[in-house]
């Protein structure tokens, strides 16, 4: 199991920039990045449930009553990473925020780790963890540093800010951990991906209602759907194949290594989508320096799974 547990999430860490170039598609079609999350969640959703229906597993939905509230909460992370992606990238640029993001899910990972809040039993900061953790952060940062052509913004006297992007990463592995305990509960972990998404899919239609009742944002458009390319609708399933896949591994090879994984897929995949200018998103050069950032990231995984 925990042989195919590992190069599982370095896949569905992969899966995350399909995601993200499959939703820049489907944002540009309902002119509401809000509006095409619920929408993209709503097919993770659709497609987690004929998953249930098919494995036989829908009776397992019967428990939810008599499990504690919070275990059946993990979606909610979902909504409100995307919200924070939303309001941080205008005010530190998108690189500063994802490096924030994979400090806040690597820091967020440890602590979980380290508490045994992950499944396992309780780990020690020996020096295996410590340099590998290092050897992440210390990737994460010179991959931020080493993308050109996307400016951050200034980040003195953002704080307040800095400390939302820490937390909307540390959610991510936090919502891992609840999605386990509901599997738990459960038994079945296509009907708690099932769960998870329905629940994400209600918080973001909430957010949508609210800007738009508050905020007076502009009312998603539809029309242009039909135009939109295929490839727009599978932000969702590589959504489900994502959160499914880290709430199995983490209680399987540990927070801290489940999420390094998956962080090293999505940067791995991020530099062939900017390479090749897949998913119509613009062409950039990938600088030797990001490469080595990208590297050192995976060196970092291994140390803190391998010794």
């Not at 979980?112 to 290092?134: E, K, Y």
């Amino acid at each position: 199991m925990e042989a195919l547990l590992i190069p599982a999430s370095l896949i569905a860490g992969g899966l995350l920039a399909v995601q993200a170039g499959a939703n820049a598609q489907l944002s540009k079609a309902t002119g509401s990045p809000f509006a095409a999350t619920t929408l993209q969640l709503s097919v993770g959703t659709l497609a987690l449930m004929v998953l249930v229906l098919f494995t036989g597993t829908l009776t397992t939905l019967a428990a939810l009553p008599g499990v504690p509230w919070w275990h059946a909460v993990g979606g909610v992370a979902s909504a409100f990473y995307v919200v924070s992606t939303i309001l941080l990238f205008p005010r530190l640029g998108a690189v500063v925020s994802v490096g924030l993001f994979i400090a806040g899910q690597m820091l967020a990972s440890l602590a979980l780790d380290v508490a045994g809040l992950a499944g396992g039993a309780p780990r020690d900061i020996d020096a295996p963890l410590a340099i590998g953790m290092l050897a992440v952060l210390a990737g994460a940062a010179i991959i931020v540093k080493g993308q050109p052509g996307q400016p951050s913004q200034p980040i003195a006297g953002k704080a307040g800010w800095i400390a939302l992007a820490l937390l909307a990463g540390a959610v991510l592995p936090v919502q891992g951990v609840v999605n386990g305990l509901l599997r738990n509960d459960l038994g079945a972990p296509f009907a708690v991906g099932a769960v998870s998404f329905l629940v994400a899919t209600l918080a973001m239609a909430g957010v949508l209602l609210f800007s738009a009742l508050f905020l007076r944002t502009p009312a998603p458009r539809l029309q242009g759907l039909p135009a939109m390319p295929w490839w727009g609708w599978l932000g969702g399933f590589a959504g489900a194949i994502y959160v499914t896949t880290v709430f199995t591994a983490i209680p399987v090879i540990g927070a801290s290594a489940a999420v390094g994984l998956t962080v090293a897929g999505q940067q791995l995949a991020s530099v062939f989508v900017d390479r090749q200018g897949w998913f119509r998103l613009p062409r950039r050069e990938v600088s030797p320096l990001r490469q080595f950032g990208v590297a050192l990231l995976l060196v970092g995984v291994a140390i803190i799974k391998l010794l």
